[in-house]
Structure formats: C-alpha cells, structure tokens
C-alpha cells in the first residue's frame, strides 16, 4: 500500500515508467533505439 501524492508513489510510477521503456527497447525487433522518442532516453536517466 502507497499513500496517494507522496514521494514513494512517484518513484513507484517513475521505476513503471522506466520498466516500460526497457521492456520496449528490449522487445524491439531490428529498430532497436529508434523507437525510443527524446523524452522516452531521457526518462531513463531521471
């Protein structure tokens, strides 16, 4: 359980985030990074 607007529930949706992109790039057949928007690299580094 996650109290709503705390620091916790930003991590937890940041580290959601994050998995995505990985989950994306991994997933991505020959396209690789390309798939990947300037927001979505950046994401990762936040």
């Known amino acids: ?3 709503k607007d705390t620091i916790e529930e930003k991590m937890l949706a940041l580290q959601e985030q994050k998995g995505e992109l990985v989950d ?7 396209k690789g990074f390309k798939d990947l928007t300037r927001e ?5 580094f936040q």
């Open 1 to 3: 359980m996650v109290v």
């Open 24 to 30: 994306k790039l991994i997933t991505s057949e020959s």
């Open 40 to 44: 979505d690299i950046i994401k990762l």
